[in-house]
């Protein structure tokens, strides 16, 4: 990797002086401790995973706000000066460009240190926090309060947060795994400084505001996700009731050709709600890795792992070709009926392996499955990084339906791709409800240049040859933003820059996010 | 714009009462929460709640606590990130609560197995 240092950086567009003077008058509004410019404060902000240099990421600042007011301040210092800043939460977006800004030179809005649980209410299962929280801090705070109430969060789940999540559509292993559908009321700072609160947040002395998501008129609650329309400051979500019973279920299935048949032996019970969390295929690679196992304790030649060596270690790791995770949530009796259907559905299939709690014990990957469909934070899924090590690592994440026959086509494509390029398949289908997230962790060295260079070709051909048959991924790392932004189509980048244009004519809020920037042509 | 701004005053005055009203009606949550240096009461908590989960037994990370790692390169790793390590800012991790962090990784004795 060249050396472009951060040090002297400034925003595309902005010259020293009016720079100079919007540092200056940050640390006015937020103190000079707020306000990092050096670059050894500025180094943990460039660590990204992506196949591009470190310095095409690089931040010439980054500033710290802990009120809403202070967030407004810093909103009209960069309206004076056309500062561009790049607002993260808990900064901990692995593998779709971690805290690092879309553009060289943007200066990071770093909200973290609000870090307040505005509000839980046990009764009616809702919750507002900053940006700032982590899933941990809440996990603690509904243990310490003793409320019956669970969370739903992605596999970084300790160190990550509810609202940065949600803002970038993530999902979760729970009932409630659609994070951005449990979404309730957002508190948003616009361009122009304004405060705007979305569905019953504007009505005076309105109590509704977390339970009530559509308000009144257009609901433009989702216009702010994954977007640069306004930074959020507040955000209410739903939490589910803690059932008094919950069973993980995981089944196993020996062959690759079998994804076909799992999943239309799932969908319609997951449609149906008989299983009601967020459902989860997951392939060897990704289980394996989870469970603790490196490439290297098996083959040591470069390039994408032959499949005699995953039925190896398949065996060693007692785990399916296809590993499926599902669980049961309710009263005994509950569960009780809807195992017996589930389990009927899965013995007329004819094929497979079930495991409960009874049969896996403790042993991993199992147990951290678990963890997740019943709310308990782990960091488990970093095992992944092992798998090739190096810190590489981008999810090609495309939707499809949840149709068996879409899903075969999805896998058989991906991995032909990958394998192309000497890299694995490392991936799960999340069902949704009638959709399939298939997240693809695209595992590399990024300490080996010429892996690294495969890895981007890679992530361009995947890209490039999903999309040849009508697929599109539904969120993607920094790098690749502008790329998926044109497979969706002229007509909503036309629409989404007129929006910019109206709202933030400066063009001051993380330009370059999801591909929309004023500097674009549309 | 700067008309905009300053004609929302009245309204970020109005948010600002609203939220002071929240916090009083969730002063324990606050309490808990309040001040960023308060995140984090000593090294140890900051290891059971973001080292441990990867670096306890080895799980995910390598084993950190018995090997009397200096507190100086704890702090390094932790701000520059180590290939897949990620890297955590002084907003998530305060300068005062990485050392004690440090401190309690270089001194705390090996897991018992």
Request: charge should be neutral; hydrophobic fraction near 40%.
């Amino acid at each position: 990797m060249s050396d472009k240092s951060a040090k002297g950086l400034l925003p595309q567009g902005v010259d020293r002086a009016n720079f100079d003077q919007a540092i200056a008058k940050f640390r006015n509004l937020l103190g000079a401790e707020n306000v990092l410019v050096e670059e050894q404060q500025l180094v943990p902000y460039q660590k990204v995973m992506m196949s591009t240099e470190d310095a095409n990421h690089a931040p010439s600042a980054a500033v710290t706000a802990t009120t809403v007011e202070q967030v407004q301040g810093v909103v009209k210092i960069c309206n004076e000066h056309k500062i561009p800043i790049w607002t993260i939460s808990t900064g901990r977006n692995f593998g779709y460009g971690s805290a690092a800004p879309v553009q060289r030179g943007q200066v990071i809005l770093d909200l973290k240190k609000m870090n307040k649980i505005l509000e839980v209410d046990p009764d009616l299962g809702t919750a507002l926090v900053e940006p700032g929280v982590t899933y941990q801090q809440l996990y603690d705070y509904l243990q310490e309060h003793n409320y019956p109430l669970m969370l739903s969060f992605s596999a970084p789940s300790a160190i990550a947060g509810p609202l940065g999540n949600t803002m970038d559509r993530g999902v979760g292993y729970t009932p409630y795994g659609e994070h951005f559908m449990m979404q309730c009321g957002m508190e948003v700072v616009l361009a122009n400084g304004d405060v705007y609160r979305t569905g019953m947040g504007g009505v005076e002395g309105n109590n509704a505001w977390q339970v009530f998501k559509w308000g009144y008129g257009p609901t433009l609650d989702g216009m702010f996700t994954q977007a640069n329309y306004g930074i959020c400051t507040k955000m209410g979500f739903w939490l589910m009731p803690k059932p008094p019973v919950m069973m993980p279920l995981e089944f196993q299935f020996p062959k690759e050709t079998d994804i076909a048949d799992i999943v239309e032996f799932i969908r319609p019970l997951r449609i149906a709600q008989i299983i009601p969390n967020s459902v989860v295929i997951a392939g060897t690679v990704w289980e394996a890795a989870a469970a603790g196992a490196r490439r290297s304790d098996y083959i040591k030649e470069p390039g994408h792992t032959p499949e005699s060596v995953l039925e190896q270690v398949r065996k060693d790791k007692n785990l399916g070709a296809w590993n499926v995770y599902a669980c049961l949530y309710g009263t005994q009796e509950q569960v009780d009926v809807n195992f017996k259907i589930v389990d009927g559905a899965f013995k007329a299939l004819g094929r497979g392996r079930l495991l409960t709690q009874k049969e896996a014990g403790n042993t991993q990957p199992f147990k951290y499955r678990s963890e997740m469909m019943m709310g308990i934070p782990n960091l488990q899924e970093f095992g992944l990084y092992n798998w090739r090590g190096g810190g590489g690592s981008m999810w090609f994440a495309p939707v499809s339906q949840a149709r068996g026959s879409e899903c075969d086509k999805q896998y058989a494509l991906a991995k032909s791709i990958l394998n192309k390029h000497g890299l694995d398949y490392a991936g799960e289908f999340i069902v949704g409800w009638r959709d399939m997230h298939h997240v693809i962790d695209v595992l590399y060295d990024r300490t080996n240049e010429e892996e690294t260079r495969r890895a981007d070709a890679c992530f361009n051909e995947l890209l490039d040859e999903f999309e040849k048959r009508g697929y599109a991924v539904y969120r993607v790392n920094t790098r690749f933003q502008d790329r998926v932004a044109q497979s969706y189509g002229t007509v909503k980048r036309k629409l989404e820059h007129t929006l910019k244009r109206a709202l933030d004519p400066n063009n001051i809020l993380a330009p370059g996010k999801s591909g929309i920037d004023l500097n674009n042509k549309f | 714009m700067l008309r905009s701004i300053e004609s929302a005053a009245a309204k970020r005055m109005a948010a600002t009462c609203f939220a002071w009203a929240l916090a009083m009606s969730a002063g324990s949550a606050f309490a808990a929460d309040a001040g960023d240096n308060a995140t984090w009461k000593d090294g140890k908590h900051v290891y059971d709640k973001v080292c441990g989960y990867c670096h306890d037994d080895g799980r995910v990370g390598p084993e950190l606590l018995g090997r009397q790692l200096p507190a100086a390169y704890a702090a390094a790793i932790v701000r520059h990130g180590f290939r897949a390590m990620p890297a955590f800012p002084a907003s998530y991790i305060d300068d005062a609560s990485l050392q004690k962090v440090g401190e309690f990784i270089a001194t705390a004795p090996a897991p018992k197995k």
